[in-house]
């Protein structure tokens, strides 16, 4: 008699090697800011927050890349995954490929100007010194005024009809 292997069973902490649980536990950190370390060995190679775009499986042409814009997590980038919850009830994520590691945590919490706590939110791009322009596409031999598309107010073949109805009082 031959009986399937039973679930794993973790409280608060563990090390998940099966991409099903590695997908679960990330999931959270998807549409976040989150701080992260790269390690190789015990050396710190980089560090940054980033803003996580999207956590990718069963595709392993697609890369896992870490930018202040940006972060793509592919868990077939990774053997496997340690979390621990932190006193503060958030979860560290550790991303493991032989001696590299990717640490990853929940931005932390900043003060604004009045010195009110101010959470985790995606980067803003500034777009106050830029100019929306849109520009028609006017073939050299289309003068202004004899574009293909009419005015529907000027081109109206019974502007009458759209007149106000006459005064029937008396």
Not at 16 to 31: E, G
Not at 96 to 106: K, N, P, S
Not at 110 to 139: I, K, N, Y
């Amino acid at each position: 008699m031959s009986s399937a292997p039973t679930a794993k069973f973790f409280v608060n902490q563990g090390v998940v090697s099966s991409r099903v649980d590695m997908q679960n536990l990330l999931r959270p950190l998807l549409k976040q800011t989150v701080s992260y370390r790269y390690q190789r060995g015990r050396e710190l190679i980089a560090h940054g927050t980033g803003w996580v775009e999207r956590i990718v499986t069963d595709d392993p042409d697609s890369s896992t890349y870490f930018t202040p814009i940006s972060i793509s997590l592919n868990v077939d980038s990774f053997e496997h995954l340690e979390f621990d919850t932190r006193p503060d009830q958030l979860l560290v994520y550790t991303l493991v490929q032989g001696d590299e590691r990717v640490i990853i945590e929940y931005a932390p919490l900043t003060t604004d100007a009045d010195g009110g706590l101010v959470g985790a939110r995606q980067l803003e791009f500034d777009t106050s010194g830029f100019v929306q322009m849109e520009l028609q596409g006017l073939g050299a031999d289309d003068p202004v005024g004899d574009s293909p598309v009419g005015d529907p107010v000027m081109d109206d073949p019974e502007p009458a009809a759209r007149t106000t109805e006459p005064d029937t009082e008396g």
